[in-house]
């Protein structure tokens, strides 16, 4: 069994394979990561992920939660807009709205209409990186099988890059 070095306390950690994660370094709520690597330390009992590309995990999440068949929840749509590097004022300003309803949509003490849901994808797939882009094909002709609710649902990654809403 390999080593590290623990991130929290510094004692040895070891690296163990093939676990599954609940992935909270992300807006999104409900994230498992499956069958990937952890550094667990028994000391402290901090446990890490080892995430080979952060980059393709944010991509695989982004193009999950656009192609999501319900209306996009508040930590959706801030995850969205974190995901394109915008604050709340600049996101509010692509989509000409008031920043203090961008704050209400995700803290969901508002939901966005059905034109605004879509658009709030949309510009996640313009503005998101090239992988995203490419497949933007598939998730315009999602948009009209979205339902009319917002539903919860936890977002499953496997280490193939594959993301589903279970």
């Known amino acids: 069994m390999d080593a590290m070095l623990c991130s929290n306390c510094g004692a040895e950690a070891r690296i163990v394979s093939g676990k599954n994660y609940r992935f909270k370094e992300t807006p999104l709520k409900h994230v498992m990561l499956h069958g990937i690597d952890l550094v667990e330390c028994p000391e402290c009992k901090n446990v ?47 989509l000409q709205l008031d920043p203090t309803t961008i704050s209400k949509y995700e803290n969901n003490d508002d939901v966005p209409g059905p034109q605004t849901d879509k658009l709030i994808r949309l510009v996640a797939i313009a503005l998101g990186d090239d992988g995203l882009k490419a497949r933007i094909d598939v998730a315009v002709k999602q948009f009209e099988n979205i339902e009319d609710v917002a539903r919860t649902g936890r977002l499953e990654w496997k280490k193939t890059g594959e993301v589903q809403y279970a």
């Open 48 to 94: 890490d992920p080892i995430i080979p590309s952060l980059k393709d995990l944010f991509s695989s999440l982004a193009y999950a939660v656009v192609n999501k068949p319900s209306r996009l929840r508040g930590d959706e749509i801030r995850f969205l807009r974190k995901y394109i590097h915008k604050t709340q004022g600049q996101f509010a300003r692509i």
